[in-house]
């Protein structure tokens, strides 16, 4: 398996810019998380769809912010504009829904800074 | 509300035990470890459920003590590919995998 895979790994772009960062969950999996990780505020759940549907978006910080997963294999989170306070590591997770309790897997992240 | 780790870092030498707490002001349902190396992302190490049902890693341990809402990871005879940042993960609504990170416990292991 390839794992989950990010992209970009890195975006630095700056203030007032629109960001989109791309998520494709494991095959197979039907849950999708986006966490956002600071020195700050640590590891924090944005939000998070089970099969492509969004179920709790309580965590994302600002209407600047959207996440949409049109299909099972791609989600997209998007932040506009970008501020410097959005500065941070975005990591994609992803599980699945059956089989009893188990493990996310996160992919390796993208590192935006915004300037 | 967000799980307070103890302690946030510790330094061991290779072949010493060390043990992370991680507690919650609310109840649990589970509890999720993972570990974070520099730069890389989080890993899993283990899952602990209400009831008992534990699953994950053949050479680290953990506890889950629902009444006092606390769990601890215990690495015994600790070796250099520890070192990193562990995580404990918390979800108070059964079902719903909606997490909760602590802040971390950064282990290094020095030879």
């Known amino acids: 398996d390839a794992g989950v895979i990010q992209s970009p790994r890195h975006e630095v772009t700056e203030m007032g810019q629109e960001v989109t960062l791309r998520c494709k969950p494991i095959?197979?999996?039907?849950?999708l998380f986006w966490y956002r990780q600071t020195m700050m505020r640590g590891l924090e759940l944005l939000i998070y769809?089970?099969?492509?549907?969004?179920?709790?978006d309580s965590g994302m910080p600002e209407d600047r912010f959207s996440a949409k997963m049109p299909n099972a294999s791609f989600s997209t989170l998007k932040i506009q504009p970008s501020e410097p306070r959005d500065s941070a590591v975005y990591f994609c997770?992803?599980?699945?829904?059956?089989?009893?309790?188990?493990?996310?897997?996160f992919g390796p992240g993208t590192r935006l800074t915004v300037l | 509300q967000q799980p307070v780790q103890s302690p946030q870092a510790v330094i061991l030498r290779e072949g010493e035990d060390a043990v992370i707490n991680c507690s919650s002001s609310k109840a649990l349902y589970s509890v999720h470890w993972y570990r974070q190396k520099h730069g890389e992302a989080p890993v899993f190490l283990m899952i602990l459920l209400k009831g008992g049902e534990q699953k994950g890693h053949d050479k680290i341990s953990a506890s889950f003590n629902e009444k006092k809402q606390q769990s601890s990871l215990y690495l015994t005879a600790s070796q250099l590919s520890y070192s990193g940042t562990y995580f404990c993960?918390?979800?108070?609504?059964?079902?719903?995998?909606?997490?909760?990170f602590g802040k971390g416990t950064k282990l290094s292991v020095i030879p």
């Open positions: 993960g918390t979800e108070i609504r059964a079902g719903s995998y909606q997490l909760t």
């Open positions: 095959s197979g999996h039907n849950s």
């Open positions: 997770a992803s599980r699945k829904l059956a089989g009893g309790y188990n493990e996310q897997f």
């Open positions: 769809f089970n099969n492509n549907v969004p179920i709790d």
